[in-house]
């Protein structure tokens, strides 16, 4: 079936460190939309690339949509304890009609 | 969010026993999902409805079975719970125009 990798699985950061998740697909993805969920939540949609190359900024948060529409990264800039939780990315398959789900990156920020 | 409720939040039950859950939302959206969500494997989608009574099934359909005779309304049945289908479920609608999905707040199943 068509799968989306998300790497890493876990990362630990202190804060005002940096971090990156990414998602890889074998196929080209329609769209891809990021979540974020925090411990104890619900996932909450944070955003969707459709274009190739995009690039959308959320305040620290800077998301990309490779050239070939397969991978797409989340770069969250200078981290703070509220960035703390689960972040998912659900690309968008057109033949299959709906999404799928990475397994998702979960981030601890260490104050 | 988007009106989603799910009952019941939390739930303990016996290997055995038929279970449904219910998933309700208000603004008339057509397509409904519902999710499991399981430590290492992050959202997998059990069954998904495109209208009323148009379901179709997910990548973890096995010993689940949904119905959907009201836009507002999609269920979730496992006929006869097992230990494995101990899980947190989620209910989700989608948005068109690109806004994703909204996701209910949950429902923590206890199968024992």
């Known amino acids: 079936g068509q799968q989306v990798m998300q790497i890493p699985q876990y990362q630990h950061v202190q804060e005002g460190e940096d971090f990156t998740t990414y998602c890889n697909s074998s196929t080209t993805l329609s769209n891809i939309q990021w979540y974020k969920q925090r411990p104890g939540g619900h996932p909450v949609f944070l955003i969707q690339l459709v274009k190739s190359g995009e690039v959308k900024k959320q305040k620290r948060l800077t998301f990309q949509f490779g050239e070939a529409k397969k991978n797409s990264s989340l770069h969250i800039t200078a981290t703070q304890t509220t960035d703390v939780g689960t972040y998912f990315c659900?690309?968008?398959?057109?033949?299959?009609?709906?999404?799928?789900f990475g397994d998702g990156t979960t981030l601890t920020v260490k104050p | 969010d988007a009106g989603i409720t799910q009952s019941p939040r939390h739930k303990v039950t016996e290997t055995g026993t038929p279970v449904t859950l219910r998933c309700h939302q208000t603004?008339?959206?057509?397509?409904m999902y519902w999710y499991r969500q399981d430590p290492g494997h992050g959202l997998r989608l059990i069954h998904y409805s495109y209208g009323v009574k148009d379901t179709d099934k997910g990548e973890v359909s096995d010993g689940y079975s949904v119905s959907r005779s009201k836009t507002e309304d999609f269920l979730l049945t496992l006929e006869s719970a097992t230990s494995s289908q101990t899980s947190v479920y989620f209910c989700a609608i989608r948005h068109t125009g690109g806004d994703g999905y909204t996701f209910g707040s949950g429902t923590r199943l206890t199968v024992v």
């Open positions: 603004e008339n959206h057509r397509y």
């Open positions: 659900a690309g968008y398959f057109t033949n299959a009609g709906k999404s799928t």
